[in-house]
Structures are given as C-alpha cells and as structure tokens.
C-alpha cells in the first residue's frame, strides 16, 4: 500500500508538473519573470487555517485541481519515489481551468 | 477552448493596458514619479479576502474594470499569448471611470 | 467628457495646492520641519477602510475638504491635465477649516 | 477669521509651552534624559482612534490640558503665525495637574 | 499646591527607590545580570490599556505598591524636585510583598 | 518510574525517528532540499494554543502519529536516555499515513 | 518575614534547579543542543495574559511545579538571599512529571 501524508493547518500537497506532461496549453511562464510561478497539481489538502473563533476556514482547493504557485514556495520532498511540495494554500496564485 | 485561471483570496488577474491601446485619455502617468502606477483592465477576480469571521470580503472590482496600480506589483505570467498579472486588490489605487 | 478615477479601500484623491493659489491664509509650512507636510483638496472619497466585520469604516473627510498630509505619502499621476496625488486617510494629518 | 484646523483620528494639536510663558511650576525636564519631554496645550482634539468594530476610541484630553509629549513625536506646522504641533494620543506621556 | 501628574493610557508613574532608603529587605538587584531591574513605588496610575471594544483594562498596580521594573524602561522627569519615571504597565515585572 | 514531561500550550513532544527504523517506506528526504524535513512520532501533545477569546484550539496531532517537521525547528532535551524535540504544531508539515 | 514578589500579567517567577539538586532523574539536558534549556521550580504565578475581551487567560501551572524553558528568558534577581528568575508563561517549554 502507498504512503500518503496528510497536511496540518492550511497547508496543500503540490505535484509539480513538468514540461512534457499534457496540460493546460495556454500557459506559459516566461523565465524572466521577477518571480516564476510554477504549475502543479492539488494531490492532499488540509483542515483549513486555524480562525481565531476555533473553527477553521475551508480550503478554496481540492484535490485534482491544477494551480499556479510562487518558485520558492514550500518545502520538498519526494513520496512513493515522486516529487511533492508541501505548501500554504496562500502561496497559491490561482486555479487553472483548461 | 481558451485556458482561464481563477485566482485565490482575494487576488485579481489584470491585463495591462499598453500604450497604443484606446483607453480613457486623461490620464498621464509621468515617468518621474517615484512610485510609477501602471493600467490595466481587471479580466478575472477571486473570492476575496479571508476575514476573522469566517467569511470572504467582496472585491470591490468586476471583469472588464480599468484600474490603476503599482508597477512592482504581482507576478506576471503568458496566458493563451497574452500577458497577465497577478496581484491583490489591495495593489489596486483606484479604478478609472471614463 | 472628463475621466475620472474612483479610489479603493481607505484611499482619497488629493489635488495638491500651489503656493500661489488662494488658501485658507493662516497656514505657514516651515522649510526646515523634519516632515515637511503639504496641502490639499479633496476631489475624491473611496469607500473606507475594511473592518475585521467586513464592513467598511466612514471616511471622515469629503469633496471640497482641504487637507494637510505628509510630503511623501501616496503615488502621484496626472489626470485630464491635472497632477493629482492618491493616498491613505491615514497619511492625512489634519482638516483645514478658515 | 482666524484660520483652525481639525486633526484627524487619534491625532490632537499641541501648542508647545515656552520656558518663559508661566507654567505649572513643579516640572523640570532635565536637558539630560534619554528621551526628553516636552510640554504644551492642547488647542485640538480629534474624533479619536477607529476601534475594530467601527466605533471610535474617546481621547482623554481636551482643549486646554497641559501635558508631556516626547520630543521627537508629531509634525510641526505654523497656524496664524504660532508654532503648533500635529501628534497622536498615543504620542502623549501624561496630563500635568498644576 | 503640589504639580502632579496624570499619566495615560496604561502608564504608571514610578518614583525609584535609591539603595539608602528603607525597603523590602529581601532582594538584592546583581550588577551582573543581564537586564537588571530596578524598585519604585508607584505615585500615579493611569486608566488602563484601550481594548479592541473600547473598554479599558484594568490596572494591577495601586499608588504605593514597590514594584520591579526594567532599568530602560520609561521616560525619566522632574516633579517638584524628584527624579519620577513615567513607564508602562507591561514594563513592570513584579508587585514587592513585604 | 520513567520521568514524563506535558508540553504546554500549542507544542508537542516528537521523538525522531532514526533511518534504521522501521518506518513509513514510502517517503525519501533529499539532502539538497532547502528546508530538510525530519521525521518523528509524537509522544506528547500540549493543551493547545490560546485563542483571543480564552479556549484553547484542539490540537490536530495525538500520541503515536508519524509526522514531518522542519529540521530547525524545536528546542531538543534528553529524557529517559532518549532524545527528544519540543516544537510547536505549527512546525508540524504533515503527519504520515502508511 | 521574607519578601516575596507577585508578578504581573502573564509571569512566573522561577527558582532554578541546581545539578546538585534531587530532581526527577530522567532528564538530560545536553550541552551542546542549540538552544540548550534549563529546569526549574515556579515559585510565583502572575494572574494571566490580558485577552482582547478584557479577561484574563489562566496560567496553566502552579507553585511547586518543574517546568523547562529556555536559557536566555526572563530577567534575573536575588530574593531573601536565593536567585530567581521572573519570565512569562510562553517562555516555558513544558513541565517535568516526576
């Protein structure tokens, strides 16, 4: 069975996606943009940000979706032999609908 | 079909406003400004942003709005061949009515 | 007809006034202050500063107002003609009532 | 007409007291402090500061008072000929009772 | 009359406690310790810190408690002759019991 | 009777778990990644962090989960001849599901 | 009668646990961690943190109590001939059940 790991807090799982994999075609993320954005795929997400009356506020993201997020965003680390970044659902920039 | 992205909180996607574009004519962004502000008109808008409460703000901008805004702000990306930005409402200075 | 500009948030429009232009007569604004403020009048309200409630605090200024604010506060550009300067309730110090 | 002006937010206007006006006698500001102090009179008082929930904050003082402020705090302007100075509340140390 | 003063917000005025008067004998002050506190007795005590609903907290400190405070803390006068020290609440550490 | 220790408020106990342990195989940590995260199990959980209205948040960890957690993050202590970490939940990335 | 001390707000006042001293045994605490914490006794509570809403949260540990907390808090004195430590609650790491 493969491992899988559940994010604390507002924090998501990003897939990146590479070149070669089919996407969404309309984007292009120029290389000499101040800051990069980078595209992934949403593969786990997390209870939501801890509010200050104790409840926590839903994640505007769910898994399967395609987003767009800062380079330097979140921490790496590799699950079942892939790639994933752990990040805070504001690092995201948006939602790509193809 | 044209790739579209739906930004997240409450950032907004702008399109800039080039020079030869016909656009409202009154306003002059001088070059020596220390902060130069830049136009743009809004083509999508996020939800808004996040209160204490629980609940989202509406954004006080809809799709087609021409606004004005810092030129630092954002981070900008190619969308279907055209170039877009970014950034959250509260990098916008005021909207422009013709 | 002339182009207008609607400010966001908590921002006001400013257009600053000249020495030579009739004022209120009392004031002096010494060279040699640390922050050298400056005057002007108001030709535009936004719709006030979001509160954690998610309404909007009342601006309590209005057309017409003139103003004292800080030298370096706010962005400026020029409209129909005009310089103008956009900025913050906050970077006003004062109401000028003659 | 005598030109006034009415400070904004928590914001009041201080007329410093020279050493040679007759004072409250007991005060002595000793040149060598860390932070100096400075006395004055309130000519000003502003609707006070913007509370979370919309409503103001009353100012504890009002015109007339004598109080203590740090020597670096506010803006200096001249008003009909008189040195005054724009500062925040918070700015101010204490009230003198003479 | 005797000048006093009223301190604001949630300030307090001390007034220092030098070595040769009479106090709690039980605590020494070591020169060597990195932030070393200082004793006074209380002489004035303001309305309390504003609270984000307008209320004000109430003060844990009276007139003639001996308190320990930070050696920097606070903005030193004169008052009728006496060295005091106008200092915040949250810049005391402890109430003395003798 | 082995020594225990209760963390308090948002911070938990984490003991680390070694590489020759056996764990959750899926998950690889790179050496070149930026922020490294570490694994642990958590043997202890704090009360929860302190919300602006007086309770507690539950905290979303308990005894025995397998979590990630920065590498820097925590203060470590020996207890019962075992190193252990005390760090906060908010230093918890993920807990890991095998 | 031995002086004692009543912190404020949300303080503790700290006696430290010589080596020599008898102490629950199964705790080390290595020389060469980062930020290398220390034991102690709590000999004094302060009433708690002031909340927004003008209570007071309470402290969660009591006289007599073994806590942790890092090397370089609080500020340190000498009372009734012992050294003692006045910190705030957050400082503390965890307590020590024997």
């Known amino acids: 069975m493969a491992t899988t790991i559940r994010p604390l ?3 998501i799982v990003i897939k990146e996606i590479e070149a070669e994999e089919k996407t969404s075609g309309g984007i292009v993320l120029p290389d000499t ?45 590799k699950l079942n032999g892939e790639e994933i970044k752990i990040l805070r659902e504001s690092d995201v920039l948006a939602k790509v609908i193809s």
Do not use: C, H, M, S
């Open 9 to 11: 807090d507002d924090r």
């Open 33 to 77: 943009a101040r800051e990069k954005p980078q595209r992934g795929r949403v593969v786990a997400v997390g209870p939501g940000k801890l509010l200050d009356n104790g409840n926590r506020a839903e994640i505007g993201l769910k898994e399967g979706d395609e987003v767009l997020f800062g380079k330097y965003a979140g921490t790496e680390i």
